[in-house]
């Protein structure tokens, strides 16, 4: 009987045991689970919010940190869990993986997704545009507001001459670096960047078939560019611009002089004249295409493409003269003789007159 007393015993303390093993067990069973499901939730749950569910774009700019990248996120009410957030950046290190750029951030992304768009740097292109441009000023103001490149970085470059020469242009002729176009750029690109992808743009730009038609004018890409540029500021009508190119290149073969009224105004730097003055066609400037035959040192705009090929596709006329017709319509009239266009010159003149438009 003993025996089987000490035989239970050690059975019942055994059998506790056991019961405090399983019990342990269990509670890490639940435990770990319970932490696993946490970590799934803090990873996987969607924990963005955006305005009306449409993506938002924020700018991480070069040097920025970890806290400034979490003020952008905060400030404009993205993340739903802050502390989600921050807990699993800590873990991936995002602290030390912040790169510059513009991000597109959709709703419904987890902390996961967009952790790992963030510390890879998938950022989102942005499209740079660029048209109707006088100088490199007006270019540098436009493009400084679309890339993280300022003005001030664009405007040194475009006025280093040693720069320029390494492109084979002088500050004169550098605008014929850019087509004025849409072109996809990262964000976080640098003033050289910018100006290096435009010089490879204007290669592409002048591929054989514009180069063959440059050449049977008789000009070079760049003269192409800087006649274009005249034609720019003739008019705006795309359909007229080919005949106006007509013109000035039936000039350049007799020899005459272009004199060209959009020339006069840049040279004097007053892009408020609505009407030129005799007085104003003396002005002294190697721009000044009623004093100089040729085409003036540079373009004097930006030409369009539209007007690039006006001049490659140039109309085959035997118009010498052109002048703005009197109903301002925005078009011209064309001759062929001197007389001809003294009458169309008279009615455009007395149209001014009538509008008190003296200057």
């Known amino acids: 009987m003993a025996y089987y007393h000490s035989y239970y015993g050690r059975k019942k303390k055994k059998s506790g045991f056991q019961k405090f093993i399983f019990r342990l067990l269990l509670f890490l069973i639940v435990l770990a689970l319970g932490a696993a499901y946490l970590l799934y939730e803090i990873m996987y749950t969607p ?52 790169k510059p750029g513009r991000y597109l951030i959709s709703n419904g992304l987890n902390n996961n997704e967009l952790i790992d768009m963030l510390r890879a740097g998938k950022q989102t292109p942005v499209q740079v545009t660029f048209n109707n441009v006088r100088d490199i000023y007006q270019l540098a103001g436009k493009v400084g507001r679309q890339i993280e490149a300022d003005s001030a970085s664009l405007i040194g470059l475009l006025s280093d001459s040693a720069y320029l020469a390494g492109m084979g242009k002088t500050t004169q002729t550098v605008s014929t670096i850019f087509i004025p176009n849409t072109y996809e750029f990262y964000w976080n690109s640098t003033a050289n960047e910018f ?96 004093r100089h035959r040729g085409l003036p040192p540079g373009p004097i705009c930006f030409p369009s493409i539209s007007s690039i090929d006006a001049v490659l596709n140039y ?10 017709k009197a109903d301002f319509s925005g078009y011209h009239v064309f001759a062929r003789t001197n007389r001809q266009q003294q009458v169309n010159a008279d009615k455009y003149q007395e149209a001014l007159d009538k509008l008190k438009i003296y200057r």
């Open 195 to 290: 100006i290096s992808r435009m010089f490879q743009e204007s290669i592409k730009f002048w591929n054989k078939q514009r180069k063959e038609k440059a050449a049977e004018i008789g000009l070079s890409p760049q003269q192409v560019m800087i006649l274009a540029s005249i034609v720019e500021k003739e008019t705006n009508k795309k359909d007229e611009k080919p005949k106006i190119a007509s013109v000035y290149i039936n000039r350049l073969q007799h020899g005459w002089r272009l004199q060209a009224d959009p020339t006069v105004i840049y040279a004097l730097g007053n892009y408020n004249i609505k009407r030129v003055l005799n007085i104003q066609k003396k002005v002294d400037s190697p721009y000044n295409t009623y």
């Open 315 to 324: 109309d085959k006329s035997n118009f010498l003269y052109f002048c703005a």
């Open 47 to 98: 924990n963005v919010w955006t305005k009306d569910g449409k993506p938002e774009s924020i700018y991480v700019p070069t040097g920025a940190h970890f806290s400034d990248l979490e003020n952008m996120l905060f400030s404009k009410g993205l993340i739903i869990h802050r502390s989600n957030f921050e807990w699993l950046a800590k873990k991936k290190n995002l602290s030390k993986l912040v």
